[in-house]
């Protein structure tokens, strides 16, 4: 964002079932979308679109904006790539039964994806045409939330699932184990696997009577991200669901090409943590709750890697509130920042998905930290160089303010570089720009309020906490303003995605 410039609304639809015959050639185009709605897309100079999400959904899939086109998944089992400028639909895929739920990545003309029932998919760029689909996942509750890496022809991307959350206690928990996985770009073919935990064993009778199985989950949430001139792919781990063993919340290095274990560090001891604990006074249920180790600290973001003079770091945020960095080659400890304060049953006041490196500096936001705040770290030393916290007026300013009860001063999202820039999202529904060099907000937009769609459909922000965070592409800023896990806003209208001109 130049001195003196402010960033152009242009208001991006996204979810639309719009034929491209009838979006207009407007850079600016707006659509929402609502729950059976067919929509129309007609021509609204300078206030846009393109619609995204139903009614009381949240969005989860992170658009990827690549060779002017958008891709991303929606609530209603589609798969959109839409026309990154003007929102004309170029083409929709329909999955069964299932949505996505992670962004999409983009590869010599294919675009890769997961969804909520463990399912991977490759459709044609050009087309939607599906090239390949395969079930990586056979336990029930499995999902990918896991964004895929393309890499050397071969696709990456981690397994995760719900099961933790269930509330019955007649469930025989747990037996998901999570998983990265290494498919053949091509074909989908599984080339190799590793698996977080030990395959879970039946040890015993929960209070109710149901079969307690263990250790299990340690599901990987978020992408791995690999280096490249080593091969070595890097990926972190959520906490075990019941039973105490195997990769919990952990930072994995392994082999691209086998899956061999490089290094790996556990960076909490014991970390047993399910639904069921959020009860008090339930340890026959959550034994963790007697010994202090019901706590939920996954490390759910991807890794940043840093170069530090001729040293190659791995670095990552965790839950726990916590940014640790460590030797990329042999796993040792560089350093580590307490960012947040540590709670327990969830995690809240930590690291929720990720941050981001300019090469000078690590830009990483904590969650609910009473407020959420974003900070500028020294990649060499873990030093802080700035912190910024959530405006103290963003629950008390704007389409929030009707909302006393339900809004947070917090940074779900993943922070976001552009030159010169940090862009953080907040559950307060604005999106702010800070200066990267000392942290000042230069710029903030208050997306709770109503957008009319060109076809008559009416949409309103919301909270924002896309996991991704925010998308900057070919001068434009995307942002998803549709909802966040603990702090959305009640609204009858679509959900809507943000476009911005830089």
């Known amino acids: ?13 996204l979810l639309t079932s719009v034929p491209a ?75 069964t039964r299932s949505v ?18 463990g399912n991977v998919y490759a459709l044609s760029t050009r087309t939607g045409k599906l090239l390949w689909t395969k079930d990586t996942e056979s336990h029930p509750a499995g999902l990918h939330t896991s964004s895929p890496l393309y890499y050397r022809g071969r ?58 199985y263990e250790p299990s989950g340690a599901g990987v949430w978020s992408s791995p991200v690999i280096d490249e001139h080593t091969g070595t792919l890097y ?27 490089r290094w790996k560090q556990q960076v909490t001891k014991a970390d047993t943590w399910r639904l069921l604990c959020s009860r008090p006074d339930n340890e026959g249920f959550c034994p963790g709750q007697r010994d202090g180790t ?34 990329a080659r042999t796993g040792d400890v560089v350093w580590r920042r307490q960012l947040g304060r540590p709670i327990p049953g969830g995690g809240i006041g930590g690291v929720q998905w990720g941050a981001s490196t300019d090469g000078r500096r690590v830009y990483v936001a904590t969650y609910m930290a009473n407020p959420g705040t974003l900070f500028a770290l020294d990649p060499a030393t873990g030093t802080e160089i700035w912190s910024t916290a959530n405006p103290a007026d963003g629950c008390t300013t704007g389409g929030a303010a009707q909302f006393p009860n339900l809004c947070v001063p917090a940074h779900p999202g993943a922070a976001t570089g552009s030159p010169g820039l940090v862009w953080e999202g907040s559950d307060d529904g604005k999106i702010r720009a800070y200066s990267a060099k000392d942290g000042k907000v230069l710029w903030t937009y208050d997306t709770v309020r ?53």
């Not at 739920?101 to 294919?110: I, L, Q, R």
């Open 1 to 13: 964002m130049r001195p003196g410039h402010i960033p152009t609304l242009l208001l991006i639809p």
């Open 21 to 95: 015959a009838q979006a207009r050639t407007s850079h600016q185009v707006s659509v929402t979308v609502t729950e059976g709605t067919n929509i129309a897309v007609t021509a609204a100079p300078r206030t846009g679109a393109m619609v995204m999400e139903r009614p009381g959904f949240a969005a989860k899939s992170q658009p990827a904006v690549v060779d002017g086109s958008i891709y991303f998944g929606g609530p209603d089992g589609k798969f959109y790539a839409l026309d990154a400028r003007t929102g004309a639909t170029r083409w929709t895929f329909t999955l």
């Open 100 to 117: 996505v739920n992670d962004a999409p990545t983009v590869a010599h003309g294919k675009v890769y994806f997961g969804d909520s029932a």
């Open 155 to 212: 696709i990456y991307l981690g397994a995760s699932s719900g099961e933790n959350i269930t509330s019955d206690v007649n469930y025989p928990c747990c037996t998901f184990r999570g998983h990265i996985d290494s498919l053949d770009a091509d074909t989908g073919d599984l080339v190799w696997r590793y698996f977080t935990v030990p395959e879970p064993k039946a040890t015993g009778t929960w209070p109710s009577g149901a079969t307690k």
């Open 235 to 261: 990926v972190g781990t959520g906490q075990n669901y019941s039973g105490s063993g195997g990769d919990f919340d952990s930072l994995l290095a392994l082999d691209a090409k086998s899956g061999a274990v």
């Open 294 to 327: 019901a706590l939920d600290y996954d490390i759910g973001a991807t890794p940043n890697l840093l170069r530090v003079g001729d040293r190659t770091l791995v670095g990552v945020g965790q839950k726990s509130g916590a940014y640790h960095v460590f030797d």
């Open 450 to 502: 109503d957008f009319d769609g060109v076809n008559g459909v009416p949409g309103r922000g919301n909270a924002i906490s896309a996991a991704g965070g925010a998308v900057v592409a070919n001068g434009m800023l995307y942002v998803q303003a549709a909802g966040a896990l603990f702090s959305s806003y009640p609204s009858d209208r679509g959900n809507v995605l943000l476009a911005f001109g830089l």
